[in-house]
C-alpha cells in the first residue's frame, strides 16, 4: 500500500510538472513573441509592434530609409486649407408683405450701420430699441463692440483696435481662446476631412465659427441618430440605469 | 483459450473455425438479425440524408476555389489578384453591386494612432453611423464597429455607463466615451485565436482574414474592450447603399460565420486618408495619425495632454488613447 | 476478472466468435455484438437515434442559415454548445476516477469495471468534438485547424492546446479498451509494455483536459468571473463528482442487468469518492462566492448577475439555485449512510450532483461570463429551441456510443474464458 501511495504522489508530480511546463511555455513564448519583436520581423512575432527607437535604428541602415525621408521631404506638397467664411455676413431683412414670395433681400452690415451711429452703452440685443433684438447672444460679458468694428461695420476689430476682415475671424477667436487656438494648431482641436498624410493629399480644416456660433459659442446640443440594433438589449432600455430616463434635461 | 469453452452454448451453425470475410455477416448464425441490422442501417443512413438536407444549400455560397483557399500570408500576388477578381464577382452576384477590392498594404515606418477628447465629445454617434456606411456593414441590425457609452462625470466606473440612450446630448452630468477597436499591442484576441485568422500588422492594425476565420468566437470572449462582431447571418446591404471602394482585409462585405472588427478604416488610412469615423465627427473630438512622426497631431496630444488608455490593468497596450482638455 | 461473466444462455453469449486473429477484424466482430440485443436495446437505440436525427436537422438549418437562429450574440458569444462542452470535458474527465483506484491501488474489483470508466470518457470526448463543431461558425473551414495543412496557433491559444488534449485522451482510452477487450477476447494476459504506460499518461492527461479547458477562460483578463486561479480546481472537483456519478448509475443499471455478477465493492468506493470531492467542490463554491461578495465592485457584477440578479436582469437566478439546492442535497444524500443502505435514494442523490454540476459548469459559468459585457452592458441569454435540439442531439449521439461500447465490452467479457492464474475474484 505504501508503494502504490508513492506511485500515486508519483504521478500527480508528473501531471503537475507537465502542466506546469506547459503554462510555462505557452508563457515563455508570450514573452517572446513580445521580447523578440524589437529584433525580429518574423512574421508571428512581428505581429508586436516595434519601438519607436528600434524602428528609427533599423531604418537608418535599411533602404527604405532614403524612401522615409523623401516622403518627409515631400511633406509640403499638399496643404492644409482652412475653411474661410466668405465676405462679412449679410442680414436678412424681415420683408413687408408684398415681398414675401422669392428670395429673402438680404443687406450688408455698412447698408444701415454706416449712417447710424455706434452706441457704445449697448452691450447685448437686451439692449436695444429696434433690430437684431431675437439674436440669442451667450458669449461670456463680451458687448457687440468688442468684436465688431464701428468704424466698419463690414469688418471686426481686434483688442488693440486693428481692423480685421471677417474671414480672418479667427484671429479675433484667438485674442481670448488661447487653449483652444493651441490646440486647434496641433490638429487637436477642430473637424477635418482629407488626407492624415500630408505626402498623399491635402487636408481641409473647419473654421471656428463653423462649428461655434459667434453670438452663442458652446456647442449646441444634439439628439443622436443613430443606434445598433443590437438584438436582445432593446429590453434593457428602460430597465437598465433608469436614472438617466428621469434626467431633467429630458422634458 | 479453448474452442469448445467459447463455442460452449452458441449456436453450432456459426461455430466454424474458417475466419470469415465480413465477420459481422457471418455470426450469431441469423441472417434474419443481420437482414434487419442491413435494413435498418440503410433507413438510418437515409434518415439522416434527410435531415441534414439543409446543407444542400452550402454549396451555392461556398465555391470550391474559396473553400481551398489559403491563408492571406501565404498568397502569392497572383493568388491575390484572382481572390480578389472572384471576391469582386461575388458582390456583383450576391449584391448587385459593381464594387473595386484591393489588397493595401502598410505604409512602411507608419504606426497608428488614435485618440479621443473626451471634453469635445457630446455622444452624438456620428461617427457610430458614418462607420456603418463606411463599413458596408448589416444594414437590419444598424451594426457598427463603435460604442457610445454615456458615463457619470466624476466616474470611470463602466457599470453605471449606458449605450442605449436616446435623449438629447450632452446631458449635463454625463460624459461621452466611443469605444472601438483598440488595436492593442498585446492584442489578447490575436493570442488566443486557434487558426492564426487574425494577426496585427506594422503599421498596428490588427486585421482578420475573414476567408481564413473558422467563427469559434473565442476572440470575442477575449477582447476587453467589445470590439469585435461576428457575422450571425449573412448581411444585408441595399445595392445602392454598398461603398464600392473596398479592401480585403477591411470594408468587404464579410461572409457568414465569421468575426470582424474596426480596421482603423485601412482602406483609407493606407492611402493616407482620415478615417471616416474622424471626418463624420462634428465636435472634433477625433485626432488620427503616424505615432512614429514626431510632428504628428497624435504624438503631440501624446506629448501634452493627460492622456490614458482602456483598462490599462490589463496590459493589453492599446493604440487607442482618451484625454480630456486640460 | 470473471465478475462481469454472463448466465451462459444470455442473448450476447450465444454469439460464437470465429477466429478472428486481426485487430481490424476484431473490431468489425465487436461492431456486430454490439448491435445485438433485445427488444429494449433496439427500442433505446431506436429513441436515441429519433433526437440526434432531430438535433442533425437542427444544426444543418443552423449552418445554411447562420448562427442568427441561436439566441448568441455579440454580446453573449458562447452559449449552451461551449457550456455542454465544458461539463462534458468534466465528465470525460471525471473517468479517471475509475482508473486511479483500479490501476494505481491494483483493487482488483475496479479493476473489473474500469472500462466503464474509460468508455464513458471516450463517449464525453466524442460529445465534446461535436459540441465545439456545433458552435464553429464556418464548419466548412475545420480544416483550417489541421496542422500541417491549415495554420494551427500552436501553443499560443489555449484552444489549440484543447484540440490537442482532447483527441490525444480519445486515442489513449481507445487504445486502452480496444487493446484490453482484444486481448481478453484472444484470452492472452495483456502485455504490461503496451498498456501500462498508456494507463499511466491516461491519469494525468485528464486531469490536463480539464485544466487546460478551465484555461480557455481563466486566461483571459477581459472576463474577470473567470479570470480566476481557482477555475481549473474547481472545474476537475466539479469534475470528479459528475463522472463517477454517471458512473455509478451505469453501474446500477448494468447490476440490474446482468444480475449479481456486477460486485457492490466499486460502487462503494466511488460513493467514496464523491463524498469527498463533492465536498471539495462546495468548499470550493463558497470561497469563490466569499471572494466576489465580500470584495464587491464593479469585477462581481457577474456573480451578482448570475446569484442575485443585476439591474433588474434575473436570468440566470434561477439555474445556480437550482444547481445550489441540488448540490447540497446530493451533498446531504451521499453523506448519509442511507446512500448504501437504499439504491434509489443513490440514484437520486447521483441525478442531483450530475445536474447540479451540469448547470454550474455550463449556464452558471460559460454565460455569466458574458454578462455583463466587457462594456458592462446587459444582453441576456436563454438558449433557443434550436440550441436545445442540437444539444440533445449530441447527448443521444453520446449516450448511443456510450451503449455500443458498453455492449461491445459485455460481449467480449462475456464469452471470453477466465484467464488461468486470476480465478474468481468473488469473496
Redesign the interface.
Known sequence: ?IG?VA??HW??L??VG??AA??G??WA??NA?EGNSTASSDDKVGRLSESFSDRKKRLGESSYSGLERKLRGQRDKFTITIRQPVGPPRVELRAPNSLQRGKPITVACSTCHASRPANFANRTPADLDEFHQDLTFAHGNVTCLSCHNPDNYDTLHLADGSSVEYSDVMTLCAQCHGPQTRDYRHGAHGGMIGYWDLSRGPRTRNNCVDCHDPHAPSFPAMKPTFKPR????NS?ID???GHSEVHPHER | ??DS???????PS???????L???L????STR?TMM?GAGLTL?LA??G??????T??PEN?SVAE?LQQ?YKELSSDDKKTILARLEAEAKENYGAEVSISDHRPIPGVKFGYAINLSKCNGNGKCVEACHTENNHDRTTQESYI?V?EMDKGSM???T?N?TYTHTVPQDDKFYMP?QCQQCDNP?CV???????TWKEEDGIVVVDYN???????C???????A???????PTVPTDDINPNQSYLSNRIR?????EKCHYCLHRTREGRLPACLEACPTGARVFGDLNDPESEIVWILKNKRVFVL?ED???QPSFFYFFDS | MSSVTLP??SDT?????????NYP?FL??L???A??GGVWFYTWMFVL?AIF??G??A???Q??????V??????V??GLYIANFTFAVGVAAGGVMMV?PAY???NKKMHDVVIVGELLAIAAIVMCLMF?TA????????W??IPGL????F???????D?VVLNGYLLINLHICGYMLYMRY???RPNPRWYVPFV?VS??WA??IH??TA???C?????PFWNSALLAPRFLASAFVSGPAFIIVTLLILKRMLGERISDEPIRLLVNIVRVTMVVNLIMIVSEVFTEFYTGG?HT?SARYLFIGL???YGLVPWIWTAMVANVAAAVLFLSPLVFRRTSVLVVACGLAFLAAWIEKGMGLIVP??V??????????QPSLLEWKVTASVWAFGLMVYTIGLKAAIGVIA???QLPDEGPTHD
Open positions: 500500500m502504490s506511485k500515486v504521478v500527480l508528473l501531471a507537465v502542466l506547459a503554462a511555455t505557452g513564448w508570450r513573441s443590437d438584438r436582445f438589449l434593457t430597465a437598465k440605469k | 483459450m479453448s469453452q467459447r463455442a460452449n452454448g452458441s449456436d456459426s461455430a466454424s473455425n474458417a475466419e470469415p465480413l465477420p459481422i457471418g455470426q450469431s448464425g438479425r441490422k438510418g434518415a439522416f434527410k435531415a441534414i438536407s439543409p446543407l444549400a452550402i461556398v473553400f491563408h460604442r457609452l466606473d463602466l457599470e455607463a449605450t469605444v489578447p493570442t488566443v485565436c486557434p487558426v492564426e485568422a481564413w476565420c473558422i467563427g469559434c468566437r473565442y470575442e470572449a477575449a477582447c476587453p474592450y467589445h469585435r462582431r461576428f457575422n450571425w447571418e449573412a461572409p457568414q460565420g465569421v468575426v483598462k490589463l496590459g493589453t | 451462459k444462455s453469449a450465444r454469439i460464437a466468435a470465429p477466429q478472428v486473429r477484424r468489425l466482430w461492431l456486430g455484438v448491435t445485438d437515434t436525427l432531430v442533425a436537422n444544426w444543418a438549418i449552418v445554411a442559415e447562420g448562427m442568427i441561436t439566441h448568441m450574440t455579440d454580446h458569444s458562447w486511479i494505481l491501488y491494483h465545439v458552435d464553429l461558425g464556418r464548419p466548412d473551414r475545420f483550417h485547424m491549415g495554420r494551427f496557433n501553443p499560443l491559444s489555449m484552444l489549440t492546446w484540440v484472444l484470452g492472452q499511466m491519469v494525468f486531469i490536463s485544466t487546460v484555461f480557455l477562460y486566461g483571459l483578463g477581459g472576463r464593479s457584477a439591474h433588474g436582469h461570463g458574458f455583463p459585457s466587457t462594456l458592462h452592458e446587459i444582453v441576456e441569454y464469452q471470453s474464458p
